[in-house]
């Protein structure tokens, strides 16, 4: 053997053996992005006592993408996120994470650790604990018991959790109790302690319900700023929230019986007659 | 502006006051006022206050086992009675076998199995001759129950109501279990008569002063384990849990790990609050896993206020202290006095003495 190669060899192991440190332990996989798909889901069918909320419904939603979905109550908007978290499991179809993860094999957590953060409709913080805490727990950080026993913060922690804060407009806010906060507050502290988890997927449920005009302003100028480093999937209702986030040029997806009715631009969609038919009744 | 982790220090310099003054009170003011009092003195402290002390102190190390898993964590469990008893019926075998051949029928066999009939010991009485051993299973078989039950009833996602139902079967079940002679723990009598603790006697008052020393110092030790439990991420985790349980699955957290982890170490808490209790006491029977006993240690923790580790303490102290008097003075009407006491604090005072004191506190 050759010195060189031996050196190689030396270095080849060197690499191998940093690598475990490198990558966060807690993450089994990471999604593979390579092919420009966050977020695949293929003909997934889902009924409840026969009842089919979804009805082979597709999906592709880019990486970096931010993509609205409308459609009348009971469309199946919720039940498709439930889908993709985990919380609902489809008789049929396939769900996949990048190209690589198959997120109907994982448990919610795991998909959570692998990258989808989910805010609810109804704001869902932890009511006792401090807004900075509710940030702390969301932090993407080793989640298994033995880890947060014995964790502490580290400066380069506490500084992101400072960044969220301003972000979310919460700064003077921070040692108030979280369930003291206004409604709007409350989503926003939501989509923070999305944002803490730093996922690569955001699904986010009716975010702009309850929330003031200008709150709800603010919040269509945070998700601009996040599009194109996360992938968003935003479930709204609010046509004008719907409007200013799709700024006449991204695609809409309107959902209606558990399958889509139509993709397109939002003024096209609106303009399409099923659609009509579907949000005005026959 | 700097942030910092607001919960950093594990008490507060009142609360390290608070500590040591119990520390003090438990370890020195009641052994000399026992032993050191002449008994005709005023500031003699009988007998009958040092083993009542001793009892509440076991009774309160169970409240705070209740407090980590239904003030933190959000479950509440009807069923802590059955820990206590097991812990207790372990230390129990042991003194059953320490009192030799000085029981009524002058056999190596404890009475009860003389009476049955019995020729060996049973298997499960395998380790009662040691003192260590037998520790080893007060600790280890009460938290293996808990483990195994705790997994299956936290892996199928069984919450509220449903679950406080499950730990009162739990409870009842294991209490018909142990009125059984063939179950090998003395019936319905269960066990009594103890003689010695490691060939020492324990009828004098050395050792009941020694019992409730040693309570009082296990009582603190949890409290301080507790109170490093709950400032840590951990304890944040069980709050969360309790507040939205599903924001915390999607938030990459299982739930299943940490609540079976406070489970096992609730109840594990409560076996040896169960193991120092039964020498106090002297007897050890199954009505300790009798369901009204698991649903008082709920009231000791809402009484005395939930989700503050110091309340449950108050709790079980005013809650017992209340009830010796109460049994003596009205006999027939407690039952009536601890349902009226928890309805007042439930409809009143939603966050407990403790809770009332901080609010008079801040106001002034």
Request: glycine letters at 10%; charged letters at 20%.
């Amino acid at each position: 053997m050759t010195p060189d190669l031996m050196q190689a060899g030396a270095e080849a192991l060197e690499r191998h053996k940093a690598k475990p440190e490198s990558r966060p332990r807690f993450v089994s996989q990471e999604p593979y992005f390579g092919q420009g798909v966050a977020l695949y889901v293929q003909d997934i069918t889902v009924s409840f006592d026969g009842f089919k909320a979804l009805n082979a419904l597709n999906l592709t939603i880019d990486v970096g993408e931010l993509r609205c979905i409308i459609g009348p109550n009971g469309a199946g908007k919720t039940t498709m996120m439930d889908c993709i978290t985990g919380k609902t499991r489809p008789d049929s179809g396939k769900v996949f994470f990048g190209s690589n993860i198959d997120l109907l094999r994982l448990s919610e957590p795991q998909i959570a650790q692998a990258g989808v953060g989910r805010k609810f409709q109804k704001p869902t913080v932890y009511e006792h604990l401090s807004v900075f805490e509710n940030l702390e727990l969301a932090l993407r950080a080793d989640r298994r018991v033995r880890a947060s026993l014995f964790s502490r913060l580290s400066g380069a922690q506490l500084d992101r959790i400072g960044e969220v804060l301003v972000t979310i407009h919460l700064k003077d806010e921070a040692q108030r109790t979280a369930g003291l906060l206004s409604h709007g507050q409350k989503q926003w502290l939501e989509i923070g302690m999305l944002l803490m988890q730093d996922p690569k997927l955001l699904l986010l449920d009716e975010p702009v319900a309850g929330m003031t005009d200008e709150e709800t302003e603010r919040t269509a100028e945070l998700f601009l700023t996040l599009e194109g480093k996360h992938s968003l999937v935003v479930v709204e209702h609010d046509m004008k929230f719907v409007d200013e986030l799709t700024q006449g040029r991204k695609k809409v997806t309107v959902l209606h019986e558990g399958s889509v009715l139509a993709e397109g631009l939002l003024s096209d969609v609106q303009n399409n007659e099923k659609v009509v038919e579907v949000y005005l009744g026959r | 502006m700097a942030l910092s982790s607001p919960r950093g220090t594990l008490l507060g310099p009142k609360g390290w006051t608070g500590v040591l003054a119990a520390a003090l009170v438990i370890g020195v003011l009641i052994p000399l006022l026992n032993l050191a009092v002449a008994p005709d003195s005023a500031f003699h402290l009988s007998e009958y206050y040092v083993s009542l002390t001793g009892k509440i102190l076991c009774y309160a190390i169970c409240a705070l086992a209740m407090d980590l898993i239904w003030g933190y964590t959000g479950i509440l469990s009807l069923g802590h009675g059955v820990f206590f008893a097991l812990g207790g019926y372990g230390m129990g075998m042991y003194l059953m076998r320490q009192i030799g051949r000085e029981g009524s029928y002058k056999s190596d066999l404890p009475d009860f199995m003389v009476f049955l009939d019995w020729k060996d010991l049973p298997w499960h009485w395998a380790w009662s001759d040691s003192f260590v051993l037998q520790m080893l299973l007060v600790i280890a078989v009460p938290g293996l129950l808990a483990f195994v039950f705790g997994f299956f009833a936290f892996r199928s996602r069984i919450k509220g109501v449903y679950f406080s139902i499950i730990t009162q079967a739990l409870t009842f079940a294991a209490m018909l279990l142990f009125f059984r002679n063939e179950t090998g723990f003395g019936g319905n009598n269960g066990f009594t008569d103890f003689k010695r603790i490691l060939d020492m006697p324990l009828n004098t008052p050395g050792m009941r002063v020694f019992l409730c020393v040693l309570s009082g110092a296990v009582l603190i030790a949890f409290f301080l384990m507790a109170r490093m439990i709950v400032n840590s991420k951990y304890g944040r985790v069980l709050q969360a849990i309790r507040d939205a349980e599903t924001r915390v699955m999607f938030t990459g957290y299982n739930p299943v790990a940490y609540k079976l982890s406070i489970w096992t170490l609730s109840a594990v808490m409560c076996a040896v609050a169960g193991a120092l209790y039964v020498p106090q006491v002297g007897i050890i029977n199954p009505g300790e896993m009798s369901p009204a006993a698991s649903i008082e240690m709920a009231i000791w923790a809402a009484v005395g206020g939930r989700a503050t580790l110091i309340g449950p303490i108050v709790g079980a102290f005013f809650v017992n202290g209340a009830k010796s008097w109460f049994t003596v003075a009205f006999p027939e009407y407690w039952l009536f006095f601890l349902g009226a006491l928890f309805i007042a604090v439930t409809l009143f005072l939603p966050h407990g003495i403790v809770g009332l004191l901080r609010k008079k506190g801040e106001r002034s």
